[in-house]
């Protein structure tokens, strides 16, 4: 068998013929497997979707019940088998329930990495590596100018910010499924006990965080907070809240933003940010060719973001790779990014 006899790339996502089913189909299928439930990679609409039990809850909180046609949960680990393909679930570390998905058959194995990250996160599963034939990575920031390094220390920039302007308020930035539960979760990591503030776009998510068993310390929403309290506190709001009206509810709001794209100062700038913290959910140019290297695959097919880098990567260690091209996969750490929750209060 060869790799294209059990996957086979469509401009709508990775499709197993014998198996039937597809993987984060960027279009209304029969079954879909998905790897987390990023509005791009979990769509509503099919008839049948197999995914992690936190990420069909995810799915279930975004899109309401009934989603899909039926649902089955896999556990990380777990095996399950279509027509004689063996599929398991495995951590991706890139937000809770976030899977890699193997596909095997005849001794040959292909694992769809969906996002991923090899660092620590203390709100999901670390990245599980599964050595395999042949690897289809994310190239989100597949450029060697991005190095994310230490979250931690950005944490600490915020800190000292918030320390130094008690009278401001800092509004963070963040994407509203992961990244905020993370930064929340990094903040506290440090020991900051006071309560933070989350506007509502983020309660529903974030409070399923929790309800996982997630520390994220004591959260409050911000209706119904008079704008003399918020001096001093900490905000966490989608991207776009920072450019909005919203933020006249603050005293002094001083803006941050907790991307990947942060590395890029004029990125920054544009989007207004004063204070910008590089912490991303996607591994970091290191982290992927580290990745691709261990996996031990003689093939590397390249999904969504900077695909030519990585393939040329490829190449000069001798390694088989093409860029896959499927069009609607996105880029949830896009400081532009509208994020799926748009701007409710
Ligand atoms: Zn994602
Ligand atoms: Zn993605």
Not at 83 to 92: E, L, M, S
């Amino acid at each position: 068998m060869r790799p294209e006899d059990i996957l086979v790339p469509t401009p709508s996502g990775v499709c197993c013929k014998i198996g039937g089913f597809h993987i984060d189909p960027t279009r209304p299928v029969e079954r879909a497997l998905i790897t987390h439930a990023h509005s791009d990679h979990a769509r509503a609409g099919h008839g049948a979707v197999l995914a992690t039990p936190e990420t069909l809850d995810l799915m279930r909180l975004r899109y309401g019940e009934n989603f899909a046609g039926t649902t089955q949960a896999v556990g990380y680990g777990e095996n399950v088998t279509f027509n004689g393909i063996r599929v398991t679930f495995h951590p991706a570390g890139h937000v809770l329930g976030s899977a890699q998905i193997a596909v095997e058959a005849d001794g040959l194995r292909i694992v769809a990495s969906g996002d991923y990250k090899n660092v620590a996160d203390p709100t999901c599963t670390s990245f599980e590596l599964v050595p395999c034939d042949v690897f289809i990575t994310e190239a989100t920031f597949a450029l060697p100018v991005f190095r994310h390094g230490d979250p931690d220390g950005e944490i600490e920039k915020l800190l000292h910010s918030v320390a130094l302007f008690p009278e401001r308020a800092h509004l963070v930035g963040a994407y509203s499924l992961g990244k905020a539960q993370r930064v929340i979760a990094l903040i506290r990591k440090v020991g900051y006990v006071a309560p933070i503030y989350l506007h509502g776009a983020m309660e529903k998510i974030t409070s399923y965080y929790a309800s996982r068993g997630v520390d994220l310390g004591e959260l409050r929403l911000v209706r119904g907070a008079t704008k003399q309290s918020l001096a001093g506190t900490i905000t966490l709001c989608p991207p776009p809240a920072l450019n909005d009206l919203w933020t006249r509810r603050f005293p002094e709001p001083l803006a941050a933003f907790a991307s990947g794209w942060m590395r890029v100062r004029a990125r920054a700038r544009q989007n207004g940010v004063e204070l910008p913290l590089v912490i991303s959910d996607h591994a970091d140019w290191d982290g992927l060719t580290a990745t691709v290297a261990a996996t031990g695959a003689g093939e590397i097919w390249v999904t969504h973001g900077q695909e030519d880098a990585l393939v040329h990567w490829c190449a000069t260690r001798g390694l088989k790779a093409r860029p896959l091209d499927i069009v609607g996969y996105g880029d949830e750490d896009e400081p532009d990014s509208a994020g799926e929750d748009g701007d409710a209060t």
